[in-house]
Each structure stands twice: as structure tokens, then as C-alpha cells.
């Protein structure tokens, strides 16, 4: 029998949406153990979080997100607000016993980080980090080649993240979308924002992150706030950085939002002795494979359109030919938290995942200030 759980969400932007989506969608695609009920969701301005909360079919709207957490009848809290506010939810809703899913990057810095992922596993409830396209099939996929053995020793892991919005000057620092531009709420530049979605991926098809060497900018460092005044850019525009794996590979990763024309090439190649296989979002639904294990004469990338019933989460979706895209990877994530909750295991990535993330990017900040090689702080168990 399907068991229900009361959802509270916070934050109704660009992730409220994609969130409230895969919790109307989960059940309609897959055959999960649980139901989300979209019981109460918060904003900061009331006039906008109750238009959200009908639009989205949300129970209730509230503009406090404490009184979600201090809900009884609230299972599992669901952070989509800005990075600076992680830490504050997840402390409360970890004190009141919820399960939390938390928007990625995990956290403004590691200390907080290293404060959440301990409140989490003191309370023992279940606990997800959104890095979603471990769910984009084709990067699953990708994994199960790996995993396979067919790209052999792996020699090189190649990561782009590339976009192009703040480019003009115009681009204001603040508000909604833009607190990326502002350091005391993102925390970090694209490489909390993006790279950061290139070390998840990478840790978890190559491994962990032995060390790494980093070089950032910033190309614009006077902008102005929504309200006309003048704001100092305290955030890496770019981030470029060399990583050396624990299984001896090299990596190469560059996140930017200054990559004219690039609007969100989220890309890696890994070369490996037998193998190599590239993947690009901006066309997520296939996959390039290299097997030097072919016969000599008929060697040859080829492209794999992922939408066959035997690839990853696929057989839940359309017929194959059909694509999927963006929103599905949510559902694919939620799904695989709710199964992996009726089992007891951990739905990866959790916060002991995101943590090891965070670890690295913030190595990779200390790198580019201080110019040097930087090993990721050692976690404790
Ligand atoms: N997984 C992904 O690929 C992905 C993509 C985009 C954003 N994110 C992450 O999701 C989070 C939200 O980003 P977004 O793009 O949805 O931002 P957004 O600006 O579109 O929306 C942020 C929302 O948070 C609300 N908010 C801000 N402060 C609040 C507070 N104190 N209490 C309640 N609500 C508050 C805002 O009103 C808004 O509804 C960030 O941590 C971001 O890094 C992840």
C-alpha cells in the first residue's frame, strides 16, 4: 500500500518549480512505496507565494519557513532557497526530526557544511542533496560503462560548465536569480554554482579528489543593485583548476558564466585505455562512446540516444525515440529517494556526499587565493 508523506518547501523559484513538478509527477511514472502530499510551502512575500501555492497546488503558503519546520504534520523539509539560508533550515528541521532535501551546493562554506551533515546524521532520518544529473540517464548510463569496465584505467576526466548571463554590466548583484552575484548569499562564484555540479558528477564516476591547483577572475567588478546602487562583485566569475585523482588520473575542469554563446554546457569526456565516453546537457538524451575494443575497421565514436527501455530510468518514461530532458531528472531523483527509503539505504548523494563536494570546492578556492596546490580537507567519519 502507497504510504503518504507531507511535504514542506522552501523557496518557490527556479528549484520550487522543478521540485513541486517531480512531486506531482513521481507517482504518476513510477512505482514508488510513498505519495508526496504537497502540504505547505514558503516564500518571503505573500502575495507571491500564495499565487505559487495554487498555482503548484500547494495546501497551504507561508512567508515564516520556520513554521514548516515546527509542523508536526511535516515529514520531510525540502530547502530551495538561496545557499546563505541552508544551514539555518537544515540545523531546525534536523532538531525537529524531519527528513531533509537540500538544494545543492550544500552550503555557503565547509564549516557549515561540516555543522548540517552532523545535525543530519545525529537525527538518523533519511537525507538527499539534489545534485540532479547524477538522474540525467545518459550520465547514468555513463556510470554503468564504467562500471562495466569498459573504459579500463581511466587517464583523463575533462569537465566543462559553461554559460554566458553575466556578461553585461547591466546584470544586477542581488534579488532573485542575481544573489548568485552577491558573496554573503551564494557564498562562492560558479564554483559553488557550477563547478560544483562537475565535482559531484566526477567523484562519483572517477573517484575521489586527491588535489587540485585553481585559477579564477573576475572579470567585472563593479555592478550596481536592483535599487541603482553601486555593488562591489565579490564572487570568481570563472574558475579553471587541474585535479589529480586518487586512482592516478589527471582532471581538467573550467567552469564560467563568460563563455559567449554557451548557455549551459555542463560537459565531461573521460579517456580510458580501452574506452572514452563524452557527454554535453545541451544534448542530455545521448551519449559518446568510444570502444577500442571494436574491430580496427570499424572504430569510431559513436552516439547513443538514450530513450531505450534498457537504459537508465528510461523505462518509466515515453517509447524509445522519445526524449526526455531537464525536469525528469528531478523525478528520477525523488523517485530513487523514496525507494532507497523504503529500503533504508542511503539515497545518494546525501549530505556526507555533498560534503566531500564542498570539501573540494572550497580547496579549490583556497588554491586560486593562494596559488598552489591544495589537498581537500580530510572529513570526519
Ligand atoms: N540542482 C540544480 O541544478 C540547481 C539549479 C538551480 C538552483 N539550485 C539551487 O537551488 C537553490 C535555490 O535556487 P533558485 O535558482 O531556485 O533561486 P531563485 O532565486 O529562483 O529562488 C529562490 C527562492 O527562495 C526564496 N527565499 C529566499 N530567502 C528565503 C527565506 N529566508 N525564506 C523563504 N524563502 C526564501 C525566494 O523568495 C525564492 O522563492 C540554491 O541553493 C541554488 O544553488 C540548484
Redesign the pocket.
Known amino acids: 500500500m502507497i504510504r503518504t508523506l507531507n511535504v514542506g518547501m522552501?523557496?518557490?523559484?527556479?528549484?520550487?518549480?522543478?521540485h513541486s513538478n517531480a512531486y506531482h509527477r513521481v507517482n504518476q511514472f513510477f512505482n514508488v512505496p510513498f505519495q508526496p502530499v504537497l502540504k505547505s510551502v514558503?516564500?518571503?512575500?505573500k502575495d507571491?507565494?500564495e499565487a505559487?501555492a495554487r498555482r503548484w497546488s500547494w495546501e497551504r503558503a507561508e512567508?515564516?519557513?520556520r513554521r514548516i519546520v515546527e509542523a508536526p504534520e511535516v515529514d520531510i523539509v525540502d530547502?530551495?532557497?538561496?545557499?546563505n539560508?541552508?544551514c539555518e533550515?537544515v540545523l531546525a528541521a534536523a532538531a525537529a526530526g524531519k527528513m531533509i532535501l537540500?538544494?545543492?551546493?550544500l552550503a555557503i562554506n565547509l564549516d557549515e557544511g561540516c555543522q548540517m551533515t552532523a545535525a543530519v546524521e545525529r537525527s538518523g532520518k533519511a537525507n538527499m542533496v539534489?545534485?540532479?544529473?547524477r538522474r540525467v540517464p545518459a550520465i547514468s548510463l555513463a556510470k554503468q560503462i564504467i562500471e562495466e569496465g569498459r573504459l579500463g584505467r581511466v587517464f583523463h576526466y575533462r569537465a566543462t560548465y559553461l554559460q554566458d548571463w553575466t556578461i553585461s554590466p547591466g546584470v544586477p548583484v542581488g534579488?532573485?536569480?542575481?544573489?548568485?552575484l552577491e558573496k554573503a548569499v551564494?557564498g562562492a562564484g560558479v564554483s559553488?554554482?557550477l563547478a560544483a555540479?562537475n565535482i559531484d558528477t566526477a567523484i562519483w564516476l572517477n573517484g575521489p579528489v586527491a588535489r587540485v591547483n585553481a585559477m579564477t577572475e573576475i572579470f567585472i567588478r563593479e555592478r550596481f543593485r536592483r535599487d541603482g546602487s553601486p555593488a562591489r562583485v565579490e564572487i570568481e566569475d570563472v574558475c579553471s583548476f587541474l585535479a589529480r585523482f586518487e586512482n592516478g588520473s589527471n582532471g581538467t575542469f573550467e567552469a564560467t558564466r563568460y563563455a559567449r554563446g554557451r548557455k549551459n554546457k555542463n560537459s565531461f569526456e573521460i579517456n580510458g585505455e580501452k574506452g572514452s565516453i563524452y557527454f554535453d546537457l545541451e544534448n542530455m538524451h545521448q551519449l559518446q562512446y568510444f570502444s577500442h575494443e571494436d574491430l580496427p575497421h570499424l572504430q569510431g565514436w559513436r552516439t547513443i540516444l538514450v530513450t531505450g527501455v534498457e537504459h537508465p530510468y528510461m523505462a518509466n518514461w515515453w517509447v524509445p525515440g522519445c526524449v526526455t530532458g531537464y525536469e525528469h531528472?528531478?523525478v528520477n531523483a525523488l523517485a530513487d529517494f523514496l525507494n532507497c527509503l523504503e529500503k533504508g539505504e542511503r539515497a545518494r548523494p546525501d549530505f556526507r556526499d555533498a560534503l566531500e563536494t564542498q570539501a573540494v570546492t572550497e580547496a579549490v578556492l583556497e588554491s586560486a587565493q593562494t596559488e598552489s596546490w591544495i589537498t581537500p580537507a580530510a572529513l570526519d567519519p
Do not use: L, Q
Not at 42 to 45: D, I, K, L
Not at 102 to 105: D, G, I, T, Y
Not at 130 to 133: E, K, P, R, S
Open positions: 522552501i523557496g518557490h523559484g527556479f528549484m520550487g518549480r522543478a514558503a516564500g518571503r512575500v507571491t507565494t505559487f512567508t515564516d519557513w530547502v530551495c532557497s538561496p545557499n539560508t541552508h533550515i537540500c538544494e545543492k551546493p539534489w545534485f540532479n544529473y534579488g532573485p536569480a542575481t544573489w548568485r551564494a559553488g554554482d555540479h531528472t528531478f
